[in-house]
């Protein structure tokens, strides 16, 4: 990796709400903070700055691409490449598969746990991912990291479960109700998953509960964690294309 190469974040966007792109953006400064790279645009598939509009800054600086999406499916191996439109790239893993990933998850469902008084042996953590109707059963992070901060003891139980496929977030939500849920987003933006699809399940389940029940609290995503810059400049130093 070379101080003259550009570094190009590509995220999923969103037409319906801009502002979910806000953690790809605060990430893109602290790396431009970092002096590490010669550029660092972002490029987003829904949206603006577009992918070609990134690419039209770079010019003809050597390129590194990071997708800032948390599971290596579709977007990671067929939209990103294409809206690269052919570009030589030395294209990076994206950055939910990194291994620190289980580490973010463990210190905010603690740091949760801290904020709203619960004892983290009594607490459950539920990790809540997107995962794909299309192509469901496909091996996910989501999974991976739980089972690593599962294997922790930390807390009571740590599950994970997905908006789009089996193990399904209501299912997860009402098999945890002996326990108060710290439930932890993994999505790499702030768009409708984390403003209005995981925040109505969360409702559902508390009215299932009842005023009685078990506290359940949403912590947010992930990818808010400082830690997250780390994660993307060592995801930045591997090279899948083998050049």
């Known amino acids: 990796m070379s101080a003259h190469d550009a570094l190009l974040l590509i995220g999923h966007g969103s037409v319906r709400f801009p502002e979910a792109a806000r953690a790809i953006h605060l990430q893109a400064e602290a790396l431009r903070q970092t002096r590490r790279f010669a550029r660092v645009p972002v490029g987003l598939l ?23 999406f948390m599971e ?34 463990e210190r905010q469902a603690l740091a949760a746990c801290a904020a709203t008084g619960f004892s983290s042996r009594d607490a459950a953590v539920l990790v809540v991912g997107h ?17 690593r901060v599962a294997a922790t003891e930390l807390f009571r139980r740590v599950e994970s479960a997905c908006l789009e496929e089996a193990p399904f977030v209501a299912d997860a939500l009402s098999g ?23 925040p109505a399940l969360i409702e559902a389940e508390r009215s299932a509960r009842g005023e009685a029940g078990l506290s359940v609290r949403f912590h947010g995503s992930v990818t808010g964690d400082p830690a997250m810059t780390e994660i993307i400049l060592d995801q930045a130093t591997h090279d899948l294309t083998g050049e």
């Open 46 to 68: 829904n949206g603006a700055p577009s992918v070609a509009q990134a690419l039209a800054e770079i010019g003809s600086t050597p390129i590194r691409v990071v997708p800032y």
């Open 131 to 147: 995962g794909s109707s299309s192509a469901p059963g496909r091996t996910l992070a989501l999974h991976r990291h739980a089972s």
């Open 72 to 105: 290596d499916g579709y977007f990671t191996r067929v939209a990103v490449p294409r809206a690269l439109a052919g570009r030589q790239v030395k294209m990076c893993p994206p950055i939910g598969v990194h291994d620190a990933m289980a580490g973010l998850i």
């Open 176 to 198: 945890l109700r002996a326990h108060p849920v710290i439930v932890i987003g993994f999505f790499a933006g702030e768009g409708g998953h984390v403003r209005d699809d995981v």
